[in-house]
């Protein structure tokens, strides 16, 4: 069992930052590697980036590479998006989710526990 809860979405202009807060609920990670997906209106859910336990080994679409930062504190039981420099197309509800031991995938299906989801907006 776990319940993931995410904080740190809001309005925000063309360039601004934002870091969104995943916190594990209940019990720990325990060992899991963490993501991040997004979903804007009318599009499927998309890969954002995503973490291994240690935070040994990280993924991020190609989109975002250069300007976001996935970190994860395991005593706080939190992983972190740090989101740089961005953009409208940025603009979806991001969900974090646990995944694999030692692995990093992108496709949605391999991760198991998601949390609500919080929005992020960017104006234009």
């Known amino acids: 069992q776990a319940q993931l809860v995410e904080s740190g979405g809001g309005l925000v202009q063309t360039g601004g930052s934002l870091r969104l807060s995943c916190t594990a609920s209940?019990?720990?990670?325990?060992?899991?590697?963490m993501g991040w997906f997004r979903q804007a209106p009318g599009k499927e859910r998309e890969f954002v980036a995503a973490?291994?336990?240690?935070?040994?080994?990280?993924n991020y679409a190609d989109s975002v590479k250069g300007r976001f930062t996935i970190s994860r504190d395991n005593a706080k039981n939190t992983v972190y998006l740090q989101m740089n420099s961005l953009k409208p197309e940025d603009t979806a509800v991001y969900y974090c989710?646990?995944?694999?031991?030692?692995?990093?995938?992108?496709?949605?299906?391999?991760?198991?526990?998601w949390g609500q989801g919080t929005q992020v907006t960017v104006s234009s």
């Open positions: 989710a646990t995944g694999p031991t030692g692995r990093v995938p992108t496709r949605s299906f391999e991760y198991k526990y």
């Open positions: 973490i291994t336990w240690s935070g040994g080994i990280t």
């Open positions: 209940g019990r720990t990670f325990s060992g899991y590697s």
